[in-house]
């Protein structure tokens, strides 16, 4: 009889049935080799403090939170990497053989890696960004793109007091544009990177002109349904590099799974498919 554990992990949120993470962490086990699971877990706000406390108890090495729970979960962790600090919002725990949960964000490594991915030649450095929102992935686009080296990066969001937070929280780097006037900014921008809902199928159209789009400007969407959006359409259009946010989604699974499973995972065009089929 073996004695081995079998390392359990999940996805919480509420709803959760929409999530693609179980799809991909079972392709890595499978593809691996690899003896355990990953489950998608419907937690009230109300439980989810009680729910993280128990799971290291029943097997549980680890988990990934999702909306409503990525800033309390912050809170409820023990420890805290400095970039979910400084991003306000966790997406990945590790329970600690104590019980002790540490927190931390890969959302803005899964964008940045997407990026080295699909566009090898861009370069952060090279000019202003533009972020279009700043709602709660906003916040790991910033912090990924300062990290990267981007000069300066210009934000627009249609409430505009969020961006403002945005750049009190992180520095004179950012500067705040009108949503109405985000339109202006298409000539200057190096990268452009689309973090609203905006343009997802069920949501409103982005109706930002892009009529300064410049080409060889980088061009990526966080909404990867449909996969390529009229943003990323119309980029394309005009000579730009476009990437789609599916790869980001992908990505920042890659850390877990490591911390938990063993194995660094890869992002391969096949596990693409299987995530869009
Ligand atoms: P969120 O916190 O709810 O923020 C939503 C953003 O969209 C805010 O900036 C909001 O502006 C803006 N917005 C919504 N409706 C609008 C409208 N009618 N006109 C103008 N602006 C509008 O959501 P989130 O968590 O940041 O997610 C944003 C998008 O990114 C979602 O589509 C999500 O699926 C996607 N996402 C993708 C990945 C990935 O891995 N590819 C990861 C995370 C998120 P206000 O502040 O004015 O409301």
Not at 26 to 31: A, C, G, I
Not at 104 to 123: C, E, K, M, S
Not at 258 to 276: A, I, N, S
Request: contains cysteine; proline residues 6%; aromatic residues 6%.
């Amino acid at each position: 009889m073996t004695t081995q554990k079998i390392p359990l992990a999940a996805v919480i949120g509420h709803p959760i049935a929409h999530s693609k993470s179980p799809l991909i962490h079972s392709y890595w086990l499978k593809q691996h080799g690899l003896s355990g699971h990953y489950i998608p877990m419907d937690v009230k706000p109300e439980h989810l403090e009680s729910v993280l406390r128990g799971l290291h108890t029943m097997g549980f090495v680890g988990a990934n939170v999702t909306i409503p729970h990525k800033e309390r979960a912050l809170e409820i962790a023990d420890q805290v990497t400095d970039r979910a600090t400084l991003i306000g919002a966790a997406n990945t725990l590790i329970f600690h053989e104590d019980g002790k949960i540490l927190a931390d964000n890969t959302d803005g490594y899964g964008f940045i890696q997407n990026l080295r991915q699909n566009a090898p030649d861009w370069d952060a450095a090279a000019g202003p960004a533009v972020v279009l929102g700043a709602g709660g992935a906003a916040r790991a686009i910033v912090a990924s793109l300062l990290d990267a080296g981007a000069p300066q990066i210009l934000i627009s969001n249609r409430t505009r007091v969020r961006a403002e937070q945005l750049r009190d929280d992180f520095g004179a780097r950012l500067k705040v544009v009108e949503w109405v006037q985000a339109g202006t900014l298409m000539e200057e921008a190096a990268t452009l990177v689309n973090t609203t809902s905006l343009g997802m199928t069920g949501k409103p159209d982005l109706k930002v002109s892009l009529e300064g789009l410049q080409p060889g400007t980088l061009v990526t969407d966080l909404v990867y349904a449909p996969l390529r959006t009229p943003l990323l359409e119309v980029a394309a259009e005009k000579g730009c590099v476009t990437v789609d946010g599916l790869g980001m989604l992908l990505h920042q699974a890659a850390p877990g799974f490591e911390r938990w499973f063993g194995p660094r995972p890869e992002v391969t065009d096949d596990l693409r498919q299987m995530v869009l089929a």
